[in-house]
């Protein structure tokens, strides 16, 4: 294989992946249906199937955005409030996602406690949507590399989690 096919065979696989802002939409678009589902059931069983999904995707989505995401932008743009502010919104998700994740679902507190949880990520989501990712895809930004290295990472994350 000459180096020249290298490059063709590469290009295919870095135009495949998503950039990073349709990623991230992709990650919301899919909790917000957990969610809906999550309220449209009543069965304990489905809700704890459901929380379990809910909570790994919100992780493993929070942790790739601080890892690689975040910081890209916040450099890209010089950023000192978007990107701080959406951070401290991930500490309360996680804290919420402390008190639910392996936990039965034992009646109104913890349904409540999707509620809220379901609630400060639609806020979270309406602000990065509205806010950051357009100021994004303005910037110099390579959003289809950053899109290609947080779709490994998230792959590796979800591996991890089993």
Do not use: W
Not at 22 to 38: G, I, P, Q, T
Not at 56 to 81: G, M, R, S
């Amino acid at each position: 294989m000459t180096s020249t096919d290298l490059k063709t065979t590469k290009k295919p696989a870095a135009n495949a992946a998503p950039e990073a802002t349709a990623l991230l939409r992709a990650d919301h678009k899919h909790v917000s249906e957990l969610f809906a589902e999550y309220e449209a059931t009543s069965s304990v069983a489905k809700k704890k199937r459901l929380v379990a999904e809910i909570c790994t995707e919100l992780t493993v989505h929070a942790q790739v955005e601080e890892e690689i995401f975040y910081p890209a932008v916040k450099a890209a743009l010089k950023d000192k409030e978007l990107v701080p502010e959406a951070t401290v919104e991930h500490a309360s998700l996680k804290a919420l996602i402390e008190q639910v994740e392996g936990v039965e679902p034992d009646g109104e507190m913890f349904d409540a406690k999707i509620k809220v949880l379901s609630e400060f990520v639609k806020h979270h989501v309406k602000e990065e949507q509205g806010e950051m990712f357009p100021k994004a895809k303005d910037s110099e930004l390579d959003l289809k590399a950053l899109g290609a290295q947080m779709a490994e990472r998230k792959a590796e994350l979800l591996a991890a989690r089993g």
